[in-house]
Nanobody, 115 residues
């Protein structure tokens, strides 16, 4: 059974930082493309960052330079370090694992940026 479990969300002030984690089980983690997506109220789910391998990363324009995706294959975990947070970063953040036509999603973790 595949499970992706996100953690690390919460309430933070503008300009603050959060680090999200996504622990995977039931998959051969190191071969999967891991990514972070987010969905704000009333909006479609959008890509935040993805890491096809340990040597490459892709970011959306809205978070590039502020967010950093990383992975630890030994711990089957992908991270999202979020710095200089803005109110518009408020959303539910989801972890996704992809390999070919296979894709798995986590349950999401709420991030709220507000003063």
């Amino acid at each position: 059974q595949v499970q992706l479990v996100e953690s690390g969300g919460g309430l933070v002030q503008p300009g603050g930082s959060l680090r999200l984690s996504c622990a995977a089980s039931g998959i051969i983690f190191r071969v999967y493309n891991m990514g972070w997506y987010r969905q704000a109220p009333g909006k479609q789910r959008e890509l935040v960052a993805t890491m096809p391998s340990t040597d490459s990363t892709i970011y959306s324009g809205s978070v590039k330079g502020r967010f950093t995706i990383s992975r630890d294959n030994a711990k089957n975990t992908v991270y999202l370090q979020m710095d200089s947070l803005k109110p518009e970063d408020t959303a539910v953040y989801y972890c996704k694992a992809t390999l070919g036509i296979r894709e798995y999603w986590g349950q999401g973790t709420q991030v709220t940026v507000s003063s």
